[in-house]
């Protein structure tokens, strides 16, 4: 139903040339994050910075995952084969071992 919706409404905005508040193409999933007004750069930096702590094999495997849900269905199959491939990279040991140790942890981004 919600995937109808969006539908008509990217057909409305489209063949009407009509655009789209922030909020309401927040309301329909189309973004996910809003920034107040004058600090959308800012706002984007900020993702950008969250983003690059994280492990790039961890969000390669997890974009992945994402992208691919749809046309894979949800036996989760898929899913579990990325699992087991983050528990081989070398970033898992150290997202571990930070752990333990209460401390961030220091990517060295190697599969």
């Keep these: ?4 919706l969006i539908h ?3 057909m409305q905005m489209v063949l009407l040339n009509e655009p789209l508040s922030g909020r309401e193409a927040l309301d329909l999933g189309l973004v996910a994050t809003l920034t107040e007004p004058g600090h959308t750069l800012e706002g984007a930096l900020d993702l950008a910075k969250r983003l690059g702590s994280q492990s790039r094999s961890a ?3 997890a974009k992945e995952a994402i992208c ?7 036996d989760g199959q898929f899913e579990r084969s990325l699992y087991y491939a983050a528990f081989g ?3 898992k040991r150290e997202g571990v071992a930070a752990f333990l140790e209460k401390r961030p942890p220091v990517w060295k981004h190697l599969e």
């Design 59 to 61: 969000v390669r495997l």
């Design 89 to 91: 990279t070398r970033d």
């Design 8 to 10: 008509a409404q990217a």
């Design 1 to 4: 139903m919600a995937a109808l």
């Design 68 to 74: 691919r849900a749809d046309e894979l269905g949800q």
